[in-house]
């Protein structure tokens, strides 16, 4: 029954600058089934970051292995909502959404197509010819998300999409985002700070402890789909939310005493 | 309420709207006029003064003639064809220069940019070869390519060329991480992440570049011109002061003035229609 679709054996990955090594990452082993939606929790710097882009092949492990076993060779892999960078602002709203059309090659006409068919459920329709300097925040994070769903990918890596917008802002592009992932399934891993916009959104929530970053905790969200904001009032998140942040709790202090010392 | 008795207060500080705030559209209007106004004043002005000045004998015409005088040795050169030969050989002396300089330039800086093997074959090579002072290798160009336009145009290729090629360089090398990474993972090739990041993505520290080069190109011309060869808006104005003809000198150098304002006036516009996202839009959507 189980169809695993990312397999990571003691991956790690470490970094060396000016002659110091640092161990960033692992080892870490993860496996991640077809169609899941994964959030990974963990303090600043605990290699979240660089699990993502691992997978993304954006950098490789310095040890151990990453395993993705894809559906279909000839369709895109990967799509990455970034933080910020992610949409170009020398490219138009409709432009940056077609990027990935534009790199499989698709022909023009049928990729603006699709492309405004994606802005329109991204709730961006009426913007297309606009750069994106001339939209706020919340409007760029939805361009990034219909660029993201635009290609079809089928793994989807959000790297903290929402953390630089506001409070308010957040909480409706969670449920933007959980409503069009509700429509059109796929595998996601979702790196966030946020114990509960991981729980409000994911399958599952694993929690990785301070650098060299490794897996703590690995817990399977019981909430039923389709999700809304009402989840947040169960019992059981709470109680979700208060045991990842004890996990949390003494990683973080740690590392801050670290500084200290530094 | 003893708000009447506080108004006539005069220790009381009001903050009231100003004139810019009562009627915002007319005070920007105003200020526009007064903008415009005041901009023609000040050169009208100072011609009005020098032609008062050299008519009253303040100035002496053999140095500065009256600007009405400039304008009518301006006007007879133009129909005898003195100037305008001048200023077609100058001009096109500078659109060759300048176009090969700027395009090999940003050939080769983004081709730096993009190779960390040619980086290391060149970039000090090149750094050495820009500090070099190009008149000082002017003789050099006189050697290998002869008299005529061709040595005066390869000095101007140059002198943009190697600050473009630096400039370029470091452009697309600080193009973030970040935005090649997000094409990266869509799959991009090499030219495609050229395409949609590289290049728009350096663009505007590359247009920096290109449009400073437009003013040091026309430095270059017309001074190149005043001490070699014998053709061109450099050559006229020093052949004219020689023979003692004040006024068809101011008349070139005014118009070789023109020329650079034009011309980096162009360049300035082309390189904003060549940035997407700075472009004027002339169409509203």
Redesign the interface.
Known sequence: MSDIMIKGTGVERTFVARGHTVHALGPVDLAVERGEFVAIVGPSGCGKSTLLRIVAGLAAPTAGELVIDRADPQAPLCSMVFQDYGIFPWKTVLANVRLPLDIAGVSRGRANEVARDWIDRAGVAGFESAYPATLSGGMRQRVALARAFVANPEVLLMDEPFAALDAQLRLVLQQELLRVWEAHRRTVLFVTHSIDEALLLADRVVVMSSRPGRILDDITVPFARPRTRSARSAAEFGALEDHIWRLLKGEVEEREHAHDVA | MTSHDQLDRRDLVRRVPGPAERAPQRYARRRRAVTVTLAWATPVLLIVVWELAARFGTLDTRFFPAPSVIWQAGVQSIQDGAMTGAVVDTVRKLLIGYGIGAVAGVALGVLLGLSWIARAALEHTLVALYTLPKLALFPVFLLIFGLGSMPQIVLVAVSVFFIVVLASTTAVISV?Q??R?????????RT?LLR??II??A?PAIATAIRLTAGIAILVIVGIEMVSGDSGLGYLIFQRSQVFDPGTMYAGVIIAGLIGVAFTGLVSFAMKFA???QRPRLRR?
Do not use: R
């Not at chain 2, 990474?181 to 090739?189: P, S």
């Open positions: 973030e970040g935005y990474d997000a094409a990266a993972v869509l799959g991009a090739k495609q949609h990041v728009p993505a663009l940035i997407p996202q959507s």
